[in-house]
T-cell receptor, first 113, second 112 residues
C-alpha cells in the first residue's frame, strides 16, 4: 500500500517563474492538505482540498493555488516565485476532512534563486 | 502564524534516558497531536490527545494535556539513538477546524 507520494523531490527555479508540485494521496484517502515548511520552522497550512474544492485556506497570497482531480491527487501551483518561497512543501492526506491524523509525503524541496 | 511554542528548542541526551518536550498554545483546541520528522523530510504522526483528555500513552510515549494552562508535554522513555529527530506539536483549533497549526519543534539528539 503506497503512502503519500510527491513529485518532484527537488526543484530549482528563478524569481518570477511558476512551479507546479504534485501529490498522490494514500490509498483510500480523499482529502489532501498542503503545508509549507521554511528551514528551521514548523509547517504552515496553505490549503485543504476535498471533493475537488478548496475547503480551507491559510494565510497565503493568491499566488498559491491548487487543484484536486477526480482520483483525489492534487497539485500546488505557485506563480511569480519569490526568494521567500524557498521551502519544503509537504502534502498530507487523510481519509476525510477531519485532521485527526495526517499522513505526510516526503515533500518537495523548492529553491528559488 | 505559529500557534505553539516548544521548549526546549534542542535537547541532547544519552541512550536509555528519558526525553521530555513541552508545547504551549494560544487558543482553544479540539485536539493536540505530536509528529516526528527525520532530517527535514515527511512528518509521522505519533499520538493524538483530545481536549477532554488529560493523559495518553502509546508504547514508550506519554502525552499530557493541561487545557487550563494551554500546554502539553511529550515524554519518550528509555530513548534510543533511532529516536533522534525533530518533534512537533500541532493543534486543531476549535474555530478553524480541518487544519493543523504546528509549533516550531524540538530537535532531539540521542547519543549512543
Amino acid at each position: 500500500d503506497a503512502g503519500v507520494t510527491q513529485s518532484p523531490t527537488h526543484l530549482i527555479k528563478t524569481r518570477g517563474q511558476q512551479v507546479t508540485l504534485r501529490c498522490s494521496p494514500k490509498s483510500g484517502h480523499d482529502t489532501v492538505s498542503w503545508y509549507q515548511q521554511a528551514l528551521g520552522q514548523g509547517p504552515q497550512f496553505i490549503f485543504q482540498y476535498y471533493e475537488e474544492e478548496e475547503r480551507q485556506r491559510g494565510n497565503f497570497p493568491d499566488r498559491f493555488s491548487g487543484h484536486q482531480f477526480p482520483n483525489y491527487s492534487s497539485e500546488l501551483n505557485v506563480n511569480a516565485l519569490l526568494l521567500g518561497d524557498s521551502a519544503l512543501y509537504l502534502c498530507a492526506s487523510s481519509p476525510d476532512p477531519r485532521v485527526e491524523k495526517l499522513f505526510f509525503g516526503s515533500g518537495t524541496q523548492l529553491s528559488v534563486l | 502564524s505559529q500557534q505553539g511554542e516548544e521548549d526546549p528548542q534542542a535537547l541532547s541526551i544519552q541512550e536509555g534516558e528519558n526525553a521530555t518536550m513541552n508545547c504551549s498554545y494560544k487558543t482553544s483546541i479540539n485536539n493536540l497531536q505530536w509528529y516526528r520528522q527525520n532530517s527535514g523530510r515527511g512528518l509521522v504522526h505519533l499520538i493524538l490527545i483530545r481536549s477532554n483528555e488529560r493523559e495518553k500513552h502509546s508504547g514508550r510515549l506519554r502525552v499530557t494535556l493541561d487545557t487550563s494552562k494551554k500546554s502539553s508535554s511529550l515524554l519518550i522513555t528509555a530513548s534510543r539513538a533511532a529516536d533522534t529527530a525533530s518533534y512537533f506539536c500541532a493543534t486543531e483549533e476549535e474555530t478553524s477546524g480541518s487544519r493543523l497549526t504546528f509549533g516550531e519543534g524540538t530537535q532531539l539528539t540521542v547519543n549512543p
